[in-house]
């Protein structure tokens, strides 16, 4: 049969699964009280499944952009169950491809990073209009180094870049130990326009903002079968049904378990863990003066970041796919938890002997180049979607959402120079190459920095 017939068998031989479990982060003792599941079959001019930052962001702006048109959210269970209510909570400027790194286009990149940065000011806006407060602080964001070849990419990355307008700054090790504590890194990229956010927090603003836009949302609600046409038809596992003249798919790593964009993306799982609140006095014998969040350079990066009630939270290191999509938990979480310990312990040995008082893994949508895309697809063009944030949908999941907003309204015209607008992403091979070619990825990058 050949390698290339297996690859178009391979959807058909191992059927993409939908496993959705709970939240168990420890931002998810602040998710939103859940909204009654869908009932009664129903008719709308858009549905939207899921219900994180892509699919609350698209409803908010829908209804804002269109208000004419009914809105739906559709969310298996509940408002940020997913990525968005899992991650490091590090709001970064930029797409994933193009952090720090110049494409062909440079003005290009420099109006990528305004609108990024605009985006972190409406969050800021969006806390304060809905009247919860998702910490959300704006004090910026350090990117660290531990190799001279890095740091002298950074200052000549940085040199261009203020040469454009975009104020971001070279770090030595002596100010990076002044902000937070550390001296385990030689210098770092500092960006003014970076921040840190109570991940659930901002989701549940979005879920306020989204309703009172006039977005239904139903949660609990889970969709077994999508029929694509001009008028799609949306069947959820307790046997309802949701016709959309318009559907966006707002399901990030489980997009392709529903039959959309399967070559795509890489579903990669990440881990994060928490300490218990440190003392006052813990913080200054550490020296984390500053609530800045910061990341390190290497391929299996390390994120870090402290909360209002004084924990430090740290993920990254090895990621993990799992043959054929399965997003769900197996035990295997105590090799990374381990990892995630060394790290900590080795940039603050003080902290060798603090254990972790939680932590969790999530799924995140990995393209193989870290560029995003966002646009529309299907047969009669009214499917939208916002995948591939690799690392950096926080912030820029709800750019996104407006962006969708405005091609389901009509309005492309402003959003087509972007070239993450419709961007084609590189193909992702089906199963088993897929697996194959994503354990030698992660194997060789754990070899090339040990």
């Known amino acids: ?16 699964p939908l496993p959705l479990e709970p939240n168990g982060s420890y931002w998810a003792r602040s998710q939103p009280a859940q909204n009654p599941k869908l009932t009664e079959d129903l008719n709308v001019d858009v549905a939207v499944l899921g219900g994180g930052f892509t699919g609350l962001s698209s409803a908010y702006f829908l209804r804002s952009v269109s208000p004419h048109k009914s809105v739906a959210v559709l969310e298996a269970r509940g408002c940020g169950n997913g990525a968005s209510g899992r991650n490091g909570a590090m709001v970064l400027t930029m797409t994933a491809d193009r952090f720090m790194s110049f494409s062909s286009d440079p003005s290009m990149d420099k109006r990528i990073y305004d609108l990024t940065a605009e985006n972190i000011r409406f969050l800021s806006k969006l806390s304060a209009a809905t009247g919860i407060d998702c910490e959300l602080d704006t004090q910026g964001a350090l990117q660290v180094f531990d190799s001279h070849v890095d740091l002298k990419a950074a200052k000549d990355y940085v040199d261009k870049a203020r040469s454009l307008g975009m104020p971001v700054e070279i770090w030595d090790a002596p100010r990076i130990a002044g902000a937070v504590g550390t001296d385990a890194y030689l210098g ?11 991940p659930m927090k901002l989701v549940h603003a979005f879920k306020a903002a989204a309703q009172g836009a006039g977005a ?22 307790e046997g309802r049904t949701v016709r959309a003249k318009s559907l966006v798919l707002a399901t990030n790593a489980f997009t392709p378990g529903l039959g959309f964009l399967r070559n795509s993306i890489l579903p990669l799982k990440e881990y994060v863990a928490v300490t218990r609140p440190l003392s006052e006095q813990e913080l200054r014998e550490i020296g984390w003066r500053l609530r800045i969040p910061f990341n390190d350079s ?30 769900s938990s197996n035990g295997e979480s105590s090799p990374h938890l381990l990892q995630l310990g060394r790290e900590l312990a080795r940039i603050y040995p003080k902290l060798s002997g603090v254990e972790f008082a939680q932590s969790w893994d999530g799924v995140i949508d990995w393209s193989l180049d870290a560029a995003p895309s966002v646009g529309c697809t ?26 969708i907003a405005e091609l389901e309204a009509g309005r492309d015209e402003p959003w087509k120079p972007y ?31 040990s």
């Open 188 to 198: 770092g990229f500092f960006d003014p326009n970076g921040g840190q956010v109570h």
């Open 298 to 327: 290497r391929m299996e990066v390390y994120y870090l970041g402290l909360t209002q009630d004084r924990r430090i939270h740290i993920g990254g290191g090895a990621p993990r796919y799992s043959f054929n999509n399965r997003t």
């Open 419 to 449: 070239p993450f607008v419709n961007n084609r992403l590189y193909y992702v091979p089906n199963e088993p190459f897929r697996w194959l070619a994503a354990e030698a990825g992660i194997s060789y990058y754990a070899l090339s920095e």
């Open 378 to 403: 299907g047969r009669y063009r009214n499917v939208f979607y916002g995948i591939g944030y690799s690392g950096h949908g926080v912030n820029l999941t709800s750019v996104f959402g407006r962006i």
């Open 1 to 16: 049969m050949g390698s290339a017939g297996l690859d178009r068998l391979s959807p058909w031989i191992w059927r993409d």
């Open 216 to 237: 239904k949302i139903y949660e609990n609600t889970m969709v077994v079968s999508i029929e694509e046409g001009r008028e799609h038809v949306l069947r959820t596992g």
